[in-house]
């Protein structure tokens, strides 16, 4: 029998760091501290060396970061936030939460990342923040878009979720912009054990006002200088970010090789476009993501192979019902249509072999 070839596999990963993982997780038992607890200062203490950011804030999710991101830069309604269409729904749904309008720029064809020379026409008088979103696990360009924004006076937002461990012209993806968004659901480049995310920033202002909000809004106990959520990571989730993170640099090793691995095999197949990474930056493929006109065909041949496979967007925001009418296209988003005909993701994951990889591909091309 051959083994089963799984989309994301968080099982091997366990069992490789089941001691770490159960050290840690005893840790919090043992000290009881289920809310806060010693963990999240340590976490967020080593996230910063990471990304090399000031400041990290832990919370409860990605979505939830990136609504704390928009609540503390003060995010009113009537407000407008430009960001594409083409990405996980949670990127417009924080925004249109705060009565804010979502405004889509399209995106580019072979990045799938938004198409930076869109942005400057669809700034208005109410545009707040820009959202790049660092889709499949690549950054967009970041240097052209904080010059914009700062033209503007307006913050950009790194939606991260798909990136944590990529690189940008030398710098980490989450230190790129004023403002970065992660997540750590389970099966993002680093994943907990349910929800988790952390929001980055060099603004200790910034980060004051976060720490706040994650908190119900509160400076200190049961004193609400603003509004705020029920934002907090726990200690659990916490802890087992840290047991990952020792082994954090040999995963994204992993998944950039296995993803060049992809791009290899599939070289010279006219029916598949892969993506593009750009030479200045890295991608962790949060998603291995090709691109096909006969995409349909390609999924069934993986279907009668047994091997899993994903759509990473099948309809992109602006046609989805609930945003059709709280959202701004700033032009013709016809690209992003496109290529939400068109993208389909493979199993990606740091323990994902080379005889499975050649089953993988062997299925897409006979
Ligand atoms: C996963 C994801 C989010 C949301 O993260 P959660 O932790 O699931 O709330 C936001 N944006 C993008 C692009 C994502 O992929």
Redesign the pocket.
Known sequence: MTKKIEFIDLKTQYAQLKTAIDRRIQTVLDHGQYIMGPEVPELERRLEAYVGAAHCVTVA????A?LIALMAIGVKPGDEVITTPF??V??AEVIALLGAVPVFVDVETDTCNIDVGLIEAAITKRTRAIIP?S?YGQAADMDEINAIAASHGISVIE?A??SFGSTYREKRSCNLSSIACT???PS?PLGCYG???AIFTDDAELAKAMREIRVHGQERRYYHTRIGVGGRMDTLQCAIVLAKLDNLNWEIEQRIRIGAGYLAKLRGNNAIQPLTVRSDRTCVW?QFTLQSASRDDLLEKLKQAEIPSAIHYPVPLHLQPAYKDLSRAAGPLSRSEAVSKRVFSLPMHPYLDESEQDRIVAALVD
């Open positions: 999710s990605g979505t939830e990136l990405t996980f949670a990127t979103v889709l939606d979720a798909q997540s750590f659901f993002k929800d988790g995310g949060g």
